[in-house]
T-cell receptor, first 112, second 113 residues
Framework: DTEVTQTPKHLVMGMTNKKSLKCEQHMGHRAMYWYKQKAKKPPELMFVYSYEKLSINESVPSRFSPECPNSSLLNLHLHALQPEDSALYLC???????????FGQGTRLTVV | GESVGLHLPTLSVQEGDNSIINCAYSNSASDYFIWYKQESGKGPQFIIDIRSNMDKRQGQRVTVLLNKTVKHLSLQIAATQPGDSAVYFCAENLGGSQGNLIFGKGTKLSVKP
């Protein structure tokens, strides 16, 4: 299995809602990432988990809360988002000894 | 030819021609570089990588060239096909074993049949 699976593929949420994005990989990778990508822009790193511990938080607002329940799963909990948070949210994983990252297909998030 | 519009730079090539996509990276300490292909509605897909101790690496129909003196990376695609149409991003690893990748702005490649 060489895939990173993200659910849901699309999500529409109101500014007062709480929702979660999920990511799963079964490649034995020990590093997992969340990226945010706006239209026609490159992906921007949000969080890095290494061996299930948060190792990088790129000054992301607290309305985004990551969670790594185990080495195969990564969640992104969303609360009180703003319309400008609408974007494609990408999950990725890597072996940790190699920075090459495998990406999922992303969750297209729309905040209304 | 290559044009820079309001958004992504675009490169238009004829099917069968070779394509060259360029990227300038920012950090002279970066030790690893990756080219990704991103098709519409999909996540980035790994194409080829190169370490900073190399200046050229070849894959199947693709070649990456690294010039550390001017901090420049290029991706050459031989015999470009319509399926190569996508946005191409270079990414640099700022160091360390974690994938702290910083992506370049991207180039949209359009292949005309």
């Amino acid at each position: 299995d060489t895939e990173v699976t993200q659910t849901p593929k699309h999500l529409v949420m109101g500014m007062t809602n709480k929702k979660s994005l999920k990511c799963e990989q079964h490649m034995g990778h020990r590093a997992m990432y969340w990226y945010k990508q706006k239209a026609k822009k490159p992906p921007e790193l949000m969080f890095v988990y290494s061996y299930e511990k948060l190792s990088i938080n790129e000054s992301v607002p607290s309305r985004f809360s990551p969670e790594c329940p185990n080495s195969s799963l990564l969640n992104l909990h969303l609360h009180a988002l703003q319309p400008e948070d609408s974007a494609l949210y990408l999950c990725a994983s890597s072996q940790g000894t190699l920075p090459e990252a495998f990406f999922g297909q992303g969750t297209r998030l729309t905040v209304v | 030819g290559e044009s820079v519009g309001l958004h992504l730079p675009t490169l238009s090539v004829q099917e069968g021609d070779n394509s060259i996509i360029n990227c300038a990276y920012s950090n002279s300490a970066s030790d690893y570089f990756i080219w990704y292909k991103q098709e519409s509605g999909k996540g980035p897909q790994f194409i080829i990588d190169i370490r900073s101790n190399m200046d050229k690496r070849q894959g199947q129909r693709v070649t990456v060239l690294l010039n550390k003196t001017v901090k420049h990376l290029s991706l050459q695609i031989a015999a470009t096909q319509p399926g190569d149409s996508a946005v191409y991003f270079c990414a640099e690893n700022l160091g360390g074993s974690q994938g702290n990748l910083i992506f370049g702005k991207g180039t949209k490649l359009s292949v005309k049949p």
